[in-house]
């Protein structure tokens, strides 16, 4: 018999909660920190998913240069492609409203 074992794409092993799914929507928002201490900016995606809905919550470093402000609107932020698939590594996640919220991920695709 052939063997038919295939190695993963790039031979590492594939651990973890993996979420695979089709961008809807980015949207971005600044609001101030409950200590006074500045600004922070929380950016949204929707990912849908087969069945429902995902999360996917960032918040960068104003000082990064990933998020622009004109005063308290973001004016510019990073956008995941809309209405393209994509794959995430989860490595921290919540349930909020019976939806799942990544706080933090890895692209893998």
């Given at each position: 018999?052939?063997?038919?074992a295939?190695?993963?794409a790039?031979?590492?092993?594939?651990?973890?909660?993996?979420?695979?799914?089709v961008v809807?929507?980015?949207?971005?928002?600044?609001?101030?920190?409950?200590?006074g201490?500045?600004?922070?900016?929380?950016?949204?995606?929707?990912?849908?998913?087969?069945?429902?809905?995902?999360?996917?919550?960032?918040?960068?470093e104003?000082?990064?240069?990933?998020?622009?402000?004109?005063?308290?609107?973001?004016?510019?932020?990073?956008?995941?492609?809309?209405?393209?698939?994509?794959?995430?590594k989860?490595?921290?996640?919540?349930?909020?409203?019976?939806?799942?919220?990544?706080?933090?991920a890895?692209?893998?695709?």
């Open positions: 018999m052939a063997d038919n295939k190695p993963t790039s031979g590492e092993k594939l651990n973890g909660l993996f979420v695979r799914g809807m929507s980015s949207t971005a928002r600044v609001f101030n920190r409950k200590d201490s500045g600004k922070v900016v929380c950016v949204r995606h929707e990912i849908a998913l087969q069945p429902g809905l995902a999360v996917f919550e960032e918040y960068p104003l000082n990064s240069g990933q998020v622009k402000l004109d005063g308290d609107n973001v004016v510019e932020f990073r956008r995941l492609p809309e209405l393209k698939q994509v794959t995430l989860v490595l921290r996640w919540a349930e909020r409203d019976k939806r799942l919220v990544i706080k933090e890895e692209m893998v695709a």
